[in-house]
């Protein structure tokens, strides 16, 4: 059942409030045994690095098993898409209408284009001396305006195809929640940058100035697009091809604001896993075979491969799986981990300082901490 007009205090098993030095969080309403689930969410923009852009589908993060998706938006070459489908719903020549903070052009086929997210991307692309993770996070930024761009200018009727879209990708029970993301629950996440030293600040000034180029005329306020990449910089998650964290890097940056609202334990009661398409669909669907002649053979072959758009929307949008992994007495507070919980009690602390701005006072901290005196 889809909840997305709900309250966060209106949800099954969870609460949100405030916590004295923990801000806002959420907390179990009644006793839960282990392994239940509390939501699904679907992450409000994501930002997929530039080497798997061709690879991975801009709205859909479907994952092309071989090879490369072709369809891709002329407008800024930056974001490809893996089906037709994917390409009308989000491509950035759609024709939508156009506010007057937004620069429009007229294509042949007479769609107007909203050029501003276009320019941004190709120019981000080309930005010299900035690294793969600044230009992950300046990505994002520039999706997430665009997202809330988008919202803004759809109307009914297409949001309603969007939830359907999420709730067909679903393949659990209909009782579990499934939660969209908004902007307002990006905005209300916490910024650290009055945290941030010095050093820190010069290193992101030229992005943020990049940045405000791009959005001037979007953004709201003063400071706004740092305060926005410092809430990116401590609440976005990475991207997995295959779920295992400890296999390569993050291939993309998603964020998931209402998730952002588990505190840290180093002893975590609960878990947050991102849902990953399933193979054996584009096996069943979309893999395609040929024969081939082989030359030590008079037999034909058969060679399996898969094209490079697909007959329609394949992935799941990559939600966002949350549930418990122990019993949870009511009242207490459900958590989540943000790092390698296997790491020293030395190590682990270090990176939280460092990441996420506090020092960690969890039990399992101070008991290991104590057993060291």
């Known amino acids: 059942m889809s909840n997305d007009s709900l309250s966060l205090n209106s949800l099954p098993h969870v609460n949100v409030q405030i916590t004295p030095n923990k801000g806002r969080e959420f907390i179990a309403s009644e006793n839960l045994c282990a392994g239940t689930t509390l939501f699904h969410v679907y992450p409000y923009a ?61 294509t042949s086929n007479n769609s ?112 706004e697009v740092i305060h926005l990449i410092s809430k990116i910089e401590s609440n976005s998650f990475g991207v997995f091809l295959d779920n295992n964290k400890n296999k390569g890097e993050p291939v993309a940056r998603a964020l998931f604001p209402i998730a952002s609202l588990f505190n ?39 060679r399996y491969y898969y094209p490079d758009l697909f007959s329609k929307t394949r992935g799941s949008f990559r939600p966002m799986l949350v549930r418990t992994i122990r019993s949870v007495k009511a009242n207490d507070s459900l958590t989540i981990s943000y790092i390698d919980s296997s790491l020293p009690v030395s190590a682990r602390r270090q990176i939280l300082k460092q990441d996420y701005y506090f020092v960690c006072q969890c039990d399992r901290c101070i008991n290991e901490l104590s057993l060291k005196k």
């Open 46 to 106: 994501t930002a997929i690095v530039d080497s798997f852009k061709k690879r991975i589908c801009a709205r859909c993060l479907c994952v092309h098993p071989t090879r490369f998706f072709s369809l891709h938006c002329h407008g800024c070459d930056q974001v490809y898409y893996c089906s037709q489908q994917c390409y009308e719903q989000d491509n950035h020549y759609k024709n939508i209408l156009t506010n007057t903070s937004t620069i429009t052009t007229t």
């Open 112 to 223: 107007t284009t909203p050029l501003w997210i276009c320019s941004a991307l190709r120019k981000l692309a080309t930005l010299k001396k900035v690294d793969k993770h600044e230009k992950s996070v300046a990505k994002l930024v520039l999706l997430i305006y665009w997202q809330r761009e988008k919202s803004m200018q759809q109307d009914q009727k297409e949001l309603s195809e969007t939830k359907d879209q999420h709730s067909n990708n679903d393949e659990e029970s209909n009782d579990i929640v499934v939660l969209s993301s908004t902007y307002e629950q990006v905005m209300a996440l916490e910024s650290h940058y009055k945290d941030w030293s010095t050093d820190v600040k010069q290193d992101w000034h030229r992005i943020q100035q990049f940045l405000e180029k791009q959005l001037e005329g979007i953004y709201s306020h003063k400071d």
């Open 264 to 302: 840290h334990d180093c002893n975590n009661n609960c878990e947050a896993e991102q849902m990953i398409d399933h193979q054996d669909i584009l096996q069943q669907f979309e893999r395609k075979e040929e024969k081939v002649s082989n030359p030590n053979n008079s037999e034909e072959e058969i």
